[in-house]
């Protein structure tokens, strides 16, 4: 398909903004906004709360997710505002993670995907929870989304490196996750045939510069 024919309709994008809005809402309205923090979010929002002492952090814990609360947990102490920006934020997340996908299949298909994802418990749930599940799944379908993309018009670049932040952001989260999101899509690359091997070594080490970023931080405070 030629690189200028793509075009996301206005409906299919208000559609997946419309999802997204939903999903934010959903735990607000479901659990509601003064829903009590657990002890790994407790863990995670106390590493950069001037408020509190901060909590243990072990090994299986990544930094993303305590800078992803950061401009809340900097902001206020009250739980209803941590809440809401979490709330925005996934719903953000959940708009960029098939905004991919509506270039790839711009029909009813994504919305009605993404708004199934979201009408699932487990994603109400940690709709507004402190915790990495949901944006590991974020990074993991943005990623696979954009190198799909890429394939199909790999003289467009920024789709490369549009691939690598989102495995960078993947590794961020969570990033005993990010290896086995990141396997599947090496090996993709590897075995696109239809494109030259410099194309398939420049891709596979854009996507790998993006997963040493993400695990980059996890790495040098583990040692």
Same mark, same amino acid.
């Given at each position: 398909?030629?690189?200028?024919s793509?075009?996301?309709?206005?409906g299919?994008?208000l559609a997946?903004i419309?999802?997204?809005?939903?999903?934010?809402?959903?735990?607000?309205v479901?659990?509601?906004?003064?829903?009590?923090?657990g002890w790994?979010e407790?863990?995670y929002?106390?590493?950069i709360?001037?408020?509190v002492? /901060?909590?243990?952090?072990?090994?299986p814990?990544?930094?993303?997710?305590?800078?992803l609360t /950061?401009p809340?947990?900097?902001?206020?102490?009250?739980?209803w505002?941590?809440?809401?920006?979490? /709330?925005l934020?996934?719903?953000?997340?959940?708009?960029l993670?098939?905004?991919p996908w509506?270039k790839?299949?711009?029909?009813a298909?994504v919305?009605?995907a993404?708004?199934?994802?979201s009408?699932?418990?487990?994603?109400? &749930? &940690?709709?507004f929870?402190?915790?990495?599940?949901? &944006?590991v799944a974020?990074g993991?379908?943005?990623s696979a989304?954009?190198?799909?993309?890429a394939f199909e018009?790999p003289r467009?670049?920024?789709?490369?490196?549009y691939?690598?932040?989102?495995?960078?952001f993947?590794a961020l989260?969570r990033?005993?996750?990010s290896?086995?999101?990141?396997?599947?899509?090496?090996?993709a690359?590897?075995?696109?045939?239809?494109?030259?091997?410099?194309?398939?070594?420049?891709?596979?080490g /854009?996507?790998?510069?993006g997963l040493?970023?993400?695990?980059a931080e996890?790495?040098?405070?583990? &040692?």
């Amino acid at each position: 398909m030629p690189e200028d024919s793509r075009r996301v309709s206005r409906g299919l994008l208000l559609a997946l903004i419309a999802v997204s809005v939903c999903h934010a809402l959903s735990g607000i309205v479901l659990r509601g906004m003064h829903s009590g923090l657990g002890w790994d979010e407790t863990v995670y929002v106390s590493q950069i709360d001037p408020h509190v002492p /901060a909590g243990l952090f072990s090994a299986p814990r990544a930094r993303g997710l305590t800078l992803l609360t /950061a401009p809340a947990s900097l902001l206020s102490a009250k739980l209803w505002v941590l809440r809401w920006w979490l /709330a925005l934020v996934s719903g953000v997340g959940m708009f960029l993670a098939f905004l991919p996908w509506l270039k790839l299949r711009p029909n009813a298909v994504v919305p009605l995907a993404a708004a199934l994802w979201s009408g699932l418990w487990v994603a109400i &749930y &940690y709709d507004f929870e402190a915790m990495p599940n949901q &944006y590991v799944a974020y990074g993991a379908v943005a990623s696979a989304g954009w190198l799909l993309l890429a394939f199909e018009q790999p003289r467009r670049r920024r789709l490369i490196w549009y691939t690598a932040a989102s495995v960078a952001f993947t590794a961020l989260m969570r990033p005993s996750d990010s290896i086995f999101a990141f396997a599947p899509l090496a090996v993709a690359v590897l075995t696109q045939l239809r494109q030259p091997w410099r194309w398939r070594a420049a891709t596979l080490g /854009a996507l790998s510069l993006g997963l040493a970023a993400g695990l980059a931080e996890w790495i040098a405070e583990a &040692y």
